[in-house]
């Protein structure tokens, strides 16, 4: 299922949405449609060639510069 997470531009809430195609999702605070996505981190376990257990982040990455919430450090 497509939940983003957001926060509003204007009241600074952070929020988490089920989102469909060209839905635009609205503050449930304010009810303002300026919101920005938000970076989410997620992990999953996945098996690999031959069985062996692969583990990975969303928020990891392969730029020194970004964390897990943004990419503010490498300009991506």
């Known amino acids: 299922m497509p ?3 957001y926060q509003c531009k204007k009241c600074g809430q952070e929020f ?4 469909f195609g060209s839905d635009t999702p609205k503050c449930p605070k ?4 300026k ?3 938000l970076m989410s981190c997620c ?3 996945s098996k690999g060639a031959g069985g062996q257990t692969v583990s990975a982040s969303a928020g990891a990455s392969s730029c020194g510069g970004c ?3 943004s990419c503010a450090g490498c300009g991506h």
Do not use: D, H
């Open 3 to 5: 939940i983003y997470e």
């Open 16 to 19: 988490e949405q089920l989102v």
């Open 30 to 33: 304010c009810n303002s449609a």
């Open 35 to 37: 919101v920005c996505k």
């Open 43 to 45: 992990g999953f376990v």
């Open 67 to 69: 964390s897990a919430s």
